[in-house]
């Protein structure tokens, strides 16, 4: 019987991309155990490199990544190859969740197994269909504002929960639907269907994100919004900006609260 937390380590050293997306949907329905308590190391992967990243894509800063017109079908495949490297990292993100921090609940590890596989699932018809358009995932520069924030929390369970779910990804449900309707518009309707499929996996996402921070403050006897608001500064989050999907963000378990000051941005 495979160990989860060993197993996600494994998955997240592996340097190419197929192999560990194609690795991480193979665990689902798996009888996986898990050793909540146990602590690992990185030389226990398969590679002391994490995560494992492939030669290509190029990584650049976010302001070097070209911007193209959606009017030719390399402008559509750069968006959708750029959407294809978040999904990448998100898998590595969800993976990392796991094995990294020991001791929390069964039900934290089998949270982020789910993550793990909904990602690899996102990935997989993403660049799927981006090889439809004559390309494939690596073909463009792409940047790593995502794995910079999980690195950057990697010493803390509860700055992880706040700052990469709560934060990296619910901005994503506030970007989704305005690039949804921007493929569609440029007639790529199977890409808009992915991004659906996306969107609805990703508050389920963002949900988990919550429920652990929110029980990890409760644990901790913090109070969430200030403890969010300390962590957020202390950490150099990104600051959020408008529009937000508030719809999308309530469904995901942000407080009324949580909302009203966002909506006063």
């Excluded at 160990?3 to 998955?11: G, K």
């Excluded at 934290?108 to 993550?115: A, E, N």
């Excluded at 924030?149 to 990804?169: H, S």
């Excluded at 409760?218 to 957020?232: D, H, K, M, S």
């Amino acid at each position: 019987m495979k160990e989860l937390r060993q197993a996600a380590l494994d998955l997240l050293c592996e340097c190419d991309a197929t192999k560990k997306s194609k690795g991480v949907l193979a665990l689902k329905g798996e009888n996986l155990r898990i050793a909540a308590s146990q602590h690992l190391c990185a030389s226990q992967g398969i590679s002391k490199t994490i995560p494992g990243i492939p030669a290509k894509p190029q990584l650049v800063s976010p302001l070097q990544v070209a911007k193209r017109s959606m009017r030719t079908i390399e402008g559509r495949a750069g968006l959708i190859h750029a959407l294809t490297h978040i999904e990448f990292n998100a898998i590595n993100l969800a993976l990392d969740a796991i094995w990294r921090f020991a001791d929390m609940p069964e039900n934290y590890y089998r949270d982020w197994l789910k993550v793990a596989i909904e990602e690899a699932h996102h990935y997989s018809l993403l660049n799927t269909h981006l090889q439809t358009l004559g390309f494939t995932y690596g073909d463009f520069d792409a940047h790593n504002s995502l794995w910079e924030m999980v690195d950057r929390t990697k010493n803390d369970v509860l700055a992880r929960m706040a700052l990469v779910p709560r934060t990296m990804e619910a901005r994503g449900l506030d970007a989704l639907p305005a690039l949804r309707a921007k493929l569609a518009q440029a007639g790529d309707l199977l890409a808009a269907e992915i991004l659906d499929i996306t969107l609805r996996d990703e508050v389920g996402h963002v949900s988990i994100g919550n429920t652990w921070f929110n029980w990890l403050c409760e644990q901790r006897g913090l109070e969430p919004i200030a403890t969010y608001e300390q962590l957020a500064e202390q950490y150099d989050a990104p600051k959020p900006r408008p529009p937000f999907n508030l719809d999308a963000r309530r469904e995901a378990g942000f407080t009324e609260l949580e909302l009203q000051v966002l909506a006063a941005i």
